[in-house]
């Protein structure tokens, strides 16, 4: 049996995807953020209860063939500007240099770096004095508290620059003394041409490295006292994966969301869907984004907290609402967000001293959850404690009554979200929103009704399928490199040069040359902004449209293929009606506190249907299905919400 973990470490919660031949479970734990390393093993733990029916973690371990992971290490450190005191060394050439950086964000610049900023020529580092000024400026840096270097050097030579300042770094601080500090160079990471993102690059993947690199190691030596058969993949922002050792920190950054869009991936091509837009509506955030074609949009210069920096990322775009984000009355109007309760204290109702108010203490007073089967029976909800963190920050302020306050919530948060959607995706007639995360099935159709969306998605495995879509990633390394000869004879060059980077590391891997598959490609960016892609072939012409782009870099990626979903396919056929597991009194828009039908997932068949008001409930997620919308359940188990009319 192929047994495979994906954990999806979150913010509040941490998902566990299990897939095994037999199917696919899941499990949830609370995100531990003062030690990840603890949600991350009492996952595996309760993962092992779920496969065996008893916890059996040593088993567990020792027959898993694959355990991927995406972390919110990188994500946290930097929301939270919690990290190493960088000092920044630049060329003396360009000393507006650090003013253009801090430009970008001012308040990440100032938490990351400050007036720790060394200007050192060029030249001195190429001349005799080169050990004397380059030790002056590293000690002047540690003095004033740095612990971690960023060495970015400008022009066309700042690769060989960087490599004669290594060398006198070496000579004079060697690794093997305590106390050597850590040096990052921009050419390390990237040869791309521009000044401010190849250094913004360097500071962030710098900002994280230290934290990412203690917990995925310390992670992977737990592991290994298991004599765990393979090693911890960790799942990256590009929506593939690498073991920790060939990983770079930055691109652990906003992985989690990733995996959501692999899923979206997935799921269309199942349903042959060509239109689609993603909610996924964690404790903290909604993530949002676009598939088009099977397609998730990716931009070859990414954003890390709206920071330009050197790598491509997927266009995803990140919203300050979700489960446990605290509404407040501000000039007599509901605001949400971004601050969320989190984990911890979280929602008033989980009764762990939480006292703001938030669509989770709404949705229970509303009688949309039950306070008995809430996380899958796992978690008891507190009915009066909800009640009192709604009373005092929204009903009372805004002097309404007490259902009146939970509408009002209910459409505030489904405005808010709606008009996010509008502000980054283009919704047409075909258009079809998924929407999954703990909190994405609950007001989906309330949301869907908001930005003129007819048709909404649930996945079965909603609460889950960011961890999910971690399940469908392959293991590759990627690379990149500035082109500097505009030709055949340059392509195949530098061709050759990551043909041979891409051999070690692949084989560090696990996989040798044949074993892997080698894409190339050609991007450019031309003068009015606008990027082309071109693929690459041994000997092939070079391409005309990019002979006068501002910039040209060839890309490789070295992907070992481990996914495996070609030719199934799903469909949405109403045939029966469903059936009802009970009643439940709703607190409704239209016709205040009714009896409407709740529906348990685990009992509907394919083919079942039925029309709202009604609940529908799976041990982690609890959809609202509003009146004026229909549900019906596919032949893979997935749920389709229709508007009427």
Request: charged letters at 25%; proline letters at 4%.
């Amino acid at each position: 049996m192929t047994l495979q973990i994906n954990i999806d470490n979150g913010g509040t919660l941490t998902d566990i995807c299990i897939m095994t031949d037999d199917g696919i479970r899941k499990t949830k734990v609370l995100t531990t953020p003062y030690d990840l390393s603890k949600c991350f093993f009492e996952g595996l733990q309760k993962a092992s209860g779920v496969l065996y029916d008893k916890p059996d973690v040593a088993r567990l371990l020792e027959e898993v063939d694959l355990i991927r992971y995406s972390t919110t290490q990188g994500t946290n450190a930097i929301c939270e500007r919690k990290g190493p005191r960088l000092g920044l060394i630049v060329d003396a050439g360009d000393r507006e240099l650090p003013a253009r950086l801090a430009e970008h964000d001012p308040e990440v610049y100032e938490a990351l770096v400050g007036d720790r900023v060394e200007f050192l020529d060029a030249v001195a580092v190429r001349g005799a004095d080169a050990d004397v000024e380059v030790v002056r400026a590293i000690n002047r840096l540690t003095a004033t508290g740095a612990n971690r270097l960023v060495v970015s050097f400008g022009g066309s030579a700042f690769r060989e620059i960087e490599e004669a300042f290594r060398k006198v770094v070496l000579r004079k601080y060697p690794r093997h003394l305590l106390g050597a500090v850590p040096v990052l160079y921009g050419s390390d990471l990237t040869t791309d041409r521009d000044p401010l993102r190849r250094t913004w690059t360097a500071l962030i993947n710098s900002f994280l490295h230290p934290a990412t690199e203690a917990f995925l190691f310390n992670a992977e030596n737990r592991l290994r006292a298991y004599r765990t058969k393979n090693p911890l993949l960790i799942f990256r922002n590009d929506g593939d994966a690498s073991r920790v050792a060939k990983t770079v920190a930055i691109k652990t950054y906003s992985s989690g969301p990733r995996g959501g869009m692999e899923g979206m991936k997935s799921f269309s091509r199942l349903y042959g869907l060509s239109d689609m837009v993603a909610i996924d509506v964690g404790g903290t955030t909604t993530d949002i984004a676009q598939c088009l074609d099977g397609v998730v949009a990716e931009v070859q210069r990414g954003h890390v907290e709206g920071i330009s920096v050197s790598f491509p990322l997927c266009e995803i775009v990140s919203a300050g609402a979700g489960g446990s984000s605290i509404f407040k009355v501000v000039d007599k109007r509901i605001a949400i967000g971004p601050e969320s309760v989190g984990a911890v204290p979280g929602p008033a109702a989980f009764g762990r001293g939480g006292k703001e108010a938030t669509i989770t203490d709404a949705s229970l007073l509303r009688g949309i959850f039950d306070p008995a089967s809430y996380f899958g029976g796992g978690m008891a909800l507190d009915l009066d404690r909800a009640a009192s963190a709604v009373s005092v920050n929204i009903a009372e302020p805004l002097g309404l009554a007490l259902d009146e306050a939970l509408l009002q919530m209910a459409n505030a948060y489904e405005e808010k979200i709606a008009a996010e959607l509008h502000r980054f995706t283009r919704i047409s007639k075909d258009t079809v929103m998924l929407a999954f995360g703990g909190a994405g099935p609950l007001n989906a159709c309330g949301v869907a009704e908001k930005a003129g969306i007819g048709r909404v998605a649930v996945p079965k495995l909603a609460a889950v399928f960011s961890a999910f879509g971690i399940g469908a990633c392959d293991i590759s390394q990627r690379y990149a490199v500035a082109l500097d000869e505009r030709s055949a004879r340059g392509v195949d060059e530098a061709l050759a040069e990551l043909g041979r980077k891409a051999a070690r590391d692949m084989f560090a891997e696990g996989f040798a040359e044949g074993q892997y598959e080698v894409q190339a490609w050609l991007a450019g960016e031309l003068e009015d902004g606008r990027e082309l892609r071109f693929p690459v072939a041994d000997g092939a012409a070079f391409p005309a449209e990019l002979a006068r782009a501002r910039a040209v870099e060839l890309g490789l990626r070295a992907v070992k293929p481990l996914r495996s979903e070609a030719g199934r396919t799903a469909r949405f056929a109403a045939s029966q009606a469903a059936g009802a597991a009970g009643m439940r009194q709703v607190l409704t828009r239209c016709q205040g506190r009714i009896d409407i039908p709740v529906y348990r997932l685990a009992e509907l068949a394919p083919g079942d249907h039925a029309a709202g008001p009604a609940i529908l409930e799976e041990d982690f997620f609890t959809c609202h299905v509003l009146d004026g919308w229909t549900f019906v359940i596919s032949d893979a188990g997935d749920i389709m919400l229709n508007r009427k009319g």
